[in-house]
RNA sequence: GGGCCUGUGGCGGAAUUGGUAUACGCAACAGACUUAAAAUCUGUGGCCGCAAGGCAUGUGGGUUCAACUCCCACCAGGCCCACCA
């Protein structure tokens, strides 16, 4: 009587009985009084390549938590949408001539109908496409409200640009200084930077496509080129995106790969003063201040030079001051850092640099002369560019010390023996303490002895030196951030445009916002342009128009926006995706922010995750996301891991090992597919595919389905409530286990619990109605399809996901009897069946009549007797 | 170099607060059904040993009546960042 479950028949049966009848589609406020639940996994970007096995795994994870959620009475939102800009459409389209928007289409087209074929519970009615005009006109608008605000220290929160307080000095020098200074604080701001450029392909790369130094498409080396840019002053909120982490749950690992990319560390900012080197130059000529920032200013009295990265703008400026004796040198120095790529930094960490001759920095602490260097170890983008370096107490410092033979002064102080670094150097030897002399303090103003700090722990010691520099004007207490501001130019085809125009008289002016969308114009050629321009910039019709302020001629931007941008408010749209007069309406924003459940890969922890939480926080800042929503848009996040191919190597193509997800769909159905890729094992562990591993869940299925087959075949038109069933306690169990599971992601153990269940229910001569429901209901997110079918053939006119989730009943939990292990001095020696509400007393005297037990006693009479009420019993001899 | 994670049978993996290690599944072996095979069903199964018993959760220590679980040190593998002062 073996039967095989015969998906073929019954899964686009229900798939498109679900979308008629509008079985997964939420509500909106208003039209219901349930409470929400916002389940959310990140959108794809919908390559040529189709659906990876990959993808199901977490669309089918979070299909079976809101189907859960759903049974227990909440009205689910779980939508779905393309991140659908981006390079490889553009790429494509540069090689066999197609518009982007038709490959594009095709590959959506083709993702859809697989992720439908899999019988996920989406809201198809919400679907969304970042490339549609209708959704890329909010982006832009976004754009523009970043452009029209600032960032207030005080209340560390955007504003509106007009609430801007502009200071009595600037205003008296006109407009024109007024207008630079709110340029100068603006959330986006354009910006010159340096982007990875292939001199070959004559093209500025993304990072992305620049990965370890080399262009993706020619394998040239990639040189750094320096471009005006727009940016997105996203390190305003590096507090914030690290404090506001404390009111969500994300797992812990996500939390501290976020904290860790902000890299915050606290430190001091000094001033060093420099001179011409020449005594008799001193005091006429001023070469100005250099400032260091520094993690442990305690260290300051064995700072024996100073390093500026070879970019620092000081440099430029002493060369032509003529302060500079060797400024050929120097020059030639700054050429071949900029020349080389980031694989030759990686791979050579030798000490290279020059030193800048004719000129003298004064340690402000105790007013010795140091030398004053430029090296690529330092460099131009953290802190200020420049270091004090401690050769005895930093590892980098130490190496170029030595290289160079630079002086090493040893701080005598205890507590920065403390300090890996110096650990290691004086273990190895290599470090005599050397004490500062006294003369040395000759001369140079304000010194201090360095007995200063002597004894003081580092913390102390830090904390002493900050107040004497802040004191003295020398430097103050200061906090750096690894975080860079983002990046948001594209000299790309295939991305939102950004809605500015330049003008000569007004500058910078954003589009107004009835004229937005600004649309992608229809363009010839894809390819970036030689100069290093978007493909739009010679599109002359489009790039001509005319001054929102002033009406005069004047030229669009011609850059468009990174990847990260539709997805960065995308889970917002999903809340109101057909609004046509906001992004979203306020109510429908109050109804469903935040979203509940997040659940997206680890590679985008750091980006993706970082700039969507700072894009919502500004438009929460701006006043167009309610107050009720709070600070964070996501209330928890979760990962998933990936699928590998047999053998536990990554699956790629050039290995020959992808699986299509189309092939197993059509060999063993959705279900089973469902099934198997939550069985293989933990949720947030990589797991290997394994094709026998699949035809195990096959048969598991197929028994469900027999089972159901012979139940229905003898089914009572009315319950019965027999309750005298062997299958009882493990029913019960499972009804607790599964749903406990399901809410902690651990669907490989609900799958497992599944399986005994259903072994079970295949030795009982008779099942209750009530309880088969309970059974299939349970199974139901696991396999919607095949459970929707028994469902219905159990007479039910309603769909199955829409029942509610049953109720396990607690005192059926308990077994009457238990085995109970007697351990002796901790080894299992026998096995006790017992009542479970046995006593400790009953089970004692019990045991000692035990052959076995007798045998290991040995006469002896147990020093302790230790029971665990129906688990073990242990004997201490 | 820094951060995070993982080591349990032939394999994927279970073990809720320390309480019978190896659930569930795969593969394997034996049997039933069949002319035969597939499918299905029943059974066996950590390792050594005839057995009694002993040894087993990467390695070595520790805490405990009791450790896969807690602590210390180490080894191996993976991922991310990487000259971040």
Same mark, same amino acid.
């Given at each position: 009587m073996a039967k095989t479950y015969p998906f073929k028949d019954i899964e686009s049966k229900w798939q498109k009985w679900w979308e008629a009848n509008g079985v997964y589609h939420a509500k909106q406020p208003g039209d219901t009084d349930l409470k929400k639940y916002y389940g959310l996994v990140e959108f794809p970007y919908p390559s040529g390549e189709g659906l990876h096995v990959g993808h199901p795994r977490s669309y089918t994870a979070i299909d079976i938590i809101t189907r859960k959620k759903r049974m227990n009475g909440f009205n689910v939102m779980y939508p779905m949408g393309w991140d659908a800009f981006g390079l490889p459409a553009e790429n494509f389209a540069i090689k066999k001539k197609v518009h982007p928007a038709i490959v594009t289409e095709k590959n959506v087209a083709t993702f859809k109908r697989q992720i439908q074929s899999l019988g996920t519970g989406f809201d198809w009615s919400r679907e969304i496409n970042t490339t549609d005009p209708a959704y890329y006109k909010w982006t832009q608008w976004m754009f523009i409200q970043f452009y029209e605000s600032w960032f207030d220290e005080a209340a560390q929160k955007a504003k509106p640009i007009n609430e801007l307080h502009i200071p009595n000095d600037v205003e008296e020098q006109g407009d024109e200084a007024v207008k630079n200074f709110r340029d100068s604080k603006r959330m986006a701001f354009k910006q010159k930077t340096t982007i990875n450029w292939c001199p070959k392909c004559k093209i500025g790369l993304a990072n992305e496509e620049a990965q370890g130094g080399v262009c993706e498409r020619c394998g040239g080396v990639v040189e750094k080129r320096e471009k005006y840019q727009w940016m997105l002053r996203i390190t305003k909120y590096a507090d914030r995106l690290i404090k506001e982490l404390d009111g969500v749950d994300y797992l812990d690992k996500i939390r501290t790969q976020q904290i860790n990319w902000i890299g915050r560390s606290e430190g001091a900012s000094i001033d060093f003063i420099v001179q011409p080197k020449n005594p008799f130059d001193k005091g006429t000529i001023s070469g100005g201040t250099i400032r260091v920032f520094t993690t442990r200013p305690d260290t300051i009295f064995g700072a024996t030079y100073l390093v500026l990265s070879p970019e620092h703008q000081l440099v430029s400026q002493w060369i032509d001051e003529k302060l500079i004796e060797n400024a050929k040198d120097v020059q030639k120095y700054q050429e071949t850092t900029r020349k080389k790529s980031d694989i030759e930094r990686q791979e050579n960490k030798e000490k290279t640099g020059v030193e800048l001759k004719g000129i003298v920095a004064i #340690? %402000?602490? #105790?007013g010795k002369e140091i030398p004053v260097w430029i090296a690529d170890y330092v460099l131009a983008g953290y802190g200020t560019g420049a270091i004090m370096a401690v050769p005895a107490h930093d590892e980098r410092d130490f190496e170029f010390a030595k290289k160079f033979d630079l002086t090493i002064i040893k701080v005598i102080q205890p507590p920065a023996l403390d300090r890996v670094a110096s650990q290691s150097l004086l273990t190895k030897g290599e470090l005599e303490p050397i004490k500062v002399e006294p003369d040395c303090f000759a001369g140079h103003g304000t010194a201090i002895n360095s007995d200063f700090l002597d004894g003081l722990e580092t913390t102390k010691a830090t904390k002493k030196i900050i107040d004497w520099l802040e004191k003295n004007k020398h430097g103050k207490s200061e906090v750096n951030f690894k975080l860079r501001d983002w990046v948001f130019s594209r000299q790309r085809y295939w991305g939102e445009p950004i809605p500015m125009v330049h003008c000569e008289h007004c500058g910078w002016v954003a589009v107004q916002d009835s004229e937005l969308p600004v649309l992608l114009p229809e363009v010839e050629k894809y390819e970036p342009t030689d100069t290093g321009e978007s493909p739009l910039a010679v599109m002359k019709d489009w790039v001509k128009t005319t001054c929102p302020i002033c009406g005069i001629d004047a030229e669009r931007e011609t850059d468009t926006m990174p990847n990260w941008a539709g997805s960065s408010w995308y889970f917002l749209r999903y809340c109101d995706p057909n609004n046509k007069e906001e992004f979203a309406s306020d109510r429908a924003l109050r109804y469903w922010m935040p979203v509940d459940l997040y659940n997206g890969g680890m590679e985008h922890t750091t980006l993706h995750l970082l700039y969507s939480r700072f894009w919502y926080k500004v438009l929460f800042d701006l006043g167009h996301? %309610? =107050?009720?929503?709070?600070? =964070? %848009?996501?209330g928890s996040r979760r990962s998933h891991a990936m699928i590998l191919g047999e053998g536990g190597v990554k699956m790629s193509k050039s290995k020959g090992n992808v699986i299509n997800p189309d092939d197993v769909v059509e060999k063993f159905g959705a279900d089973v597919f469902r099934c198997y890729e939550m069985f293989m094992g933990p949720y947030d562990m990589d797991a290997p595919w394994d094709t026998n591993g699949i035809q195990g869940v096959k048969r598991f299925l197929d028994k469900v389905w027999s089972l159901a087959d012979g139940h229905i075949a003898n089914n009572q038109p009315t319950p019965d409530t027999e309750s005298d069933n062997s299958y009882e306690s493990t029913l019960h169990k499972a009804i607790k286990k599964v749903g406990d599971d399901i809410e902690n992601l651990h669907f490989n153990t609900a799958i497992s619990q599944l399986m005994i269940l259903t072994n079970e229910l295949q030795k009982a001569d008779h099942i209750n109605r009530n309880d088969f429901e309970s059974y299939v209901k349970i199974l139901s997110p696991f396999a919607p399809h095949l459970t929707e079918e028994v469902w219905q053939k159990l007479g039910y006119k309603e769909s199955i996901h829409i029942s509610s989730w049953p109720v396990y009943d607690e005192s059926k939990l308990i077994e009457e009897t238990v085995t109970v292990a007697v351990q002796i001095n901790g080894k299992v020696r026998a096995q006790l069946l017992v009542p479970t509400e046995i006593s400790e007393k009953e089970i004692i005297a019990m045991a000692k009549q035990d052959g076995k037990v007798v045998k290991y006693l040995e006469n002896k009479e147990p020093k302790k007797e230790i029971y665990i009420k129906g688990k073990i019993l242990n004997f201490v001899v």
């Open positions: #340690n %402000p602490a #105790n996301i %309610p =107050e009720s929503c709070g600070v =964070e %848009p996501y």
